[in-house]
């Protein structure tokens, strides 16, 4: 063997597909809060698929804290039915986790945009109370979506059971991007955990974390049409050290 010739490395990493990075980040490129959505339904095979990927998620000591019940066909209709007559009675239950006591700075210039761009994109003049309300309420109806996840924790891990269940969120959606699926992250349905306990029967111990509404996109719909910002890195990460 020559001097220049190079033996195969034993490290695991380098015998993973180079690729591997650039097809997540097309993942999380491609990948936007649908909604709007074609009747459809996915199949069971493929939603199978979404949830053993996710399954994957890691999570503190391995406890793997989340539950996800899913709604398809008319037991989706059912339980739309159910939450968008609760929320458009106006108020709030109280919810499971405290709610975000108030956005500043950066975060409600964030939150701002994202605003902006949706009410842009379905019509609705800013300062225009009465059609943002209305348009809130879609929330409830799963944006027309033939599925829906409600997504629960266990109640003595408190927050990090929450936040382990946001890590299985984030990869539910990212493995159904992969599969052609659209799905948005909603945690407007936790405002109604009052409901959502009712109609699953929840045990004491279970808490409501957010939903994820799911199902093929309806690509040509106005409000699929915009896509939110990124901040940059030097916003979001700091280094120490080389």
């Known amino acids: 063997m020559s001097a220049t ?19 997540l980040e097309a993942l999380l490129a491609a990948r936007y809060s649908c909604r709007a959505y074609k009747s459809d339904q996915v199949p069971r095979s493929v939603i199978e698929r979404i949830v053993t990927t996710a399954q994957r998620t890691a999570s503190w000591c391995n406890s793997q804290p989340w539950h996800a019940t899913i709604f398809s ?12 007559t609760a929320a458009s009675s106006g108020g709030d ?9 108030e956005y500043r700075d950066v975060y409600l210039q964030r939150r701002r945009e994202s605003g902006f761009q949706l009410y842009d994109a379905v019509g609705i003049p800013k300062g225009d109370r009465a059609a943002g309300a209305k348009q809130a309420l879609e929330n409830f109806k799963f944006f027309g979506a033939p599925h829906v996840a409600i997504i629960t924790t ?20 990212l493995a159904a991007q992969a599969l052609g699926v659209g799905s948005i992250a909603q945690a407007a349905l936790a405002r109604r955990p009052d409901v959502i306990r009712e109609y699953l029967k929840l045990p004491a111990d279970r808490l409501v974390v ?9 690509h040509d719909a106005p409000i699929n049409s915009y ?3 990124r901040a940059p890195l030097s916003e979001a990460v700091t280094f120490v050290g080389e």
């Open 5 to 23: 010739s190079t033996k195969p490395s034993s490290n695991p990493a380098s015998k993973q597909d180079a690729g591997a990075i650039d097809v």
């Open 73 to 84: 066909g008319a037991e989706t209709d059912r339980f739309r039915t159910a939450m968008y």
């Open 93 to 101: 239950a109280p919810t499971d986790f405290p709610w975000p006591r």
């Open 154 to 173: 266990t109640e003595p891990l408190g927050v990090y059971g929450a936040v382990d269940c946001g890590a299985y969120v984030a990869n539910f959606m």
């Open 210 to 218: 957010c939903g994820i509404s799911f199902g093929y996109p309806a």
């Open 227 to 229: 896509r939110t910002s």
